[in-house]
Structure formats: structure tokens, C-alpha cells
């Protein structure tokens, strides 16, 4: 059995304390403000966002590419309020049932459990929904709260590469890391 990465509408996923739903062109303004945020992005992506613009572009990038069925990226909102402050997902190998996982979150709301209790969410989706026997994630090597975020969520350290990322005006090594599907071994 392959991946069913032919969804027909994008997933809406709910948790204790979170809807996880598609971005949309209104999440610009909200997703602007952390991927600006040269703190926030410093292990996420080489430079900060500068232009509206920019992330009204990327939530275009990620619509498009679940509509090609190449990936999914949920936008993350707190219950009650309609606001982004995060998101993450991933895109996948359908050929070898396998995804790399990708997330961020505004630092006004690291600490809270609030990426934990998203992770799960989407992990989950992709075991049981789309039949995933892989998820990946590679880590800056500086970057121990997401090592920990991961390891907290049953992934394991697979291996280093060295100089991988240029973080901060220095290379870093990049961490990889996995966590497999053994539910599904037969299928």
C-alpha cells in the first residue's frame, strides 16, 4: 500500500488546545510577524522575512503544493482566537512512504506545549490518515529545544552531518532525526 496523498480537501485537525487548519491568504499578516522576527526564524530559515509580501508568497507555495499533493502545512491557532502563531507540516517520498517534517512557532508561545501538542496532531495524521512509515526532521545543531521537542515525542538521533547549515555567520551541523511507523510494518 503506497501513501494516500490524494486528499480532497485539506485536514482540519483539532487537539485539546489547538485547530490546525490550511493557511490562508488572511494568515499573511499573522505569519508575517514571526517569520520577520530574526529570533524566531534563526534556525528555521537564513534570513528573516522583510515584505508582507513574502509570506502572503509562501502561504501561496504551501496551498499549491498540498493541491499538487506534494505536501501539507498546517497554519497553527490557539482555540478562541483567529490568529496564526505558527505552523508546520511536512512534504513527502510517496516512492518510500517517508515525510520531513518542518515547524515553527512564534516565540511568544515557546515553552507552553503548544508545538508538543501540534506535533502529536500531525504525526498522528500521517501514521494513520496518509500511511506513513517515516518521518525525518534534521535540527540545527544549536538548536537543543527542537532536538528535545523531538526526542519528548519518541524520535530518535540518527546521525550528524557536519557543516550542514549556515546559522548565526558560522556552518553548524545538522542533526537528523526519525521516528518510524511500526504500526504498519505489513502494509
Same mark, same amino acid.
Not at 515584505?51 to 497554519?75: D, N, P, T, V
Not at 512564534?106 to 506545549?113: D, M, P, R, V
Given at each position: 500500500?503506497?501513501?494516500? !496523498? ?6 482540519? #485537525? ?6 490546525? *487548519? ?6 499573511? %499578516?499573522?505569519? +508575517? ?5 530574526? $529570533? ?14 513574502q509570506?502572503e ?6 496551498? *499549491? ?9 498546517? @497554519?497553527?491557532? #490557539?482555540? @478562541?482566537?483567529? *490568529? /496564526?502563531?505558527?505552523?508546520? @507540516?511536512?512534504s513527502?517520498?510517496a516512492?518510500?512512504?517517508l515525510? /520531513?517534517?518542518?515547524? =515553527? ?7 507552553? @506545549? !503548544?508545538?508538543? $501538542?501540534?506535533l502529536?496532531a =500531525? ?8 500511511? #506513513?512509515?517515516? !518521518? $525525518?526532521?534534521? /535540527?540545527?545543531?544549536? &538548536? ?8 519528548? #515525542?519518541? +524520535? %530518535? ?10 546559522? &548565526? &555567520?558560522?556552518? /553548524? ?6 521516528? =518510524? ?5 505489513d502494509?
Amino acid at each position: 500500500m503506497g501513501l494516500n !496523498i490524494h486528499l480532497h480537501t485539506f485536514p482540519t #485537525l483539532e487537539t485539546e488546545r489547538l485547530i490546525l *487548519r490550511q493557511l490562508a491568504a488572511t494568515d499573511a %499578516q499573522d505569519s +508575517f510577524l514571526f517569520l520577520s522576527d530574526e $529570533e524566531n526564524i534563526r534556525y528555521y530559515d537564513p534570513a528573516p522575512m522583510t515584505r508582507l509580501e513574502q509570506a502572503e508568497k509562501s502561504i501561496e507555495r504551501h496551498r *499549491r503544493r498540498f493541491a499538487q499533493h506534494e505536501a501539507l502545512r498546517w @497554519g497553527i491557532i #490557539l482555540k @478562541g482566537e483567529n *490568529r /496564526v502563531i505558527g505552523n508546520g @507540516g511536512y512534504s513527502w517520498d510517496a516512492d518510500n512512504r517517508l515525510a /520531513v517534517l518542518s515547524y =515553527i512557532l512564534s516565540k511568544h508561545y515557546w515553552n507552553k @506545549g !503548544i508545538m508538543t $501538542e501540534a506535533l502529536t496532531a =500531525i504525526i498522528q495524521f500521517g501514521f494513520e490518515h496518509i500511511h #506513513l512509515h517515516r !518521518i $525525518e526532521a534534521q /535540527v540545527a545543531y544549536p &538548536n537543543l529545544a527542537s532536538a528535545r521537542l523531538l526526542e519528548k #515525542l519518541g +524520535f %530518535q538521533e540518527e546521525g550528524r552531518l557536519r557543516d550542514r547549515q549556515y546559522v &548565526n &555567520n558560522q556552518f /553548524v551541523d545538522e542533526r537528523i532525526f526519525a521516528l =518510524i511507523n511500526t504500526n504498519n510494518v505489513d502494509e
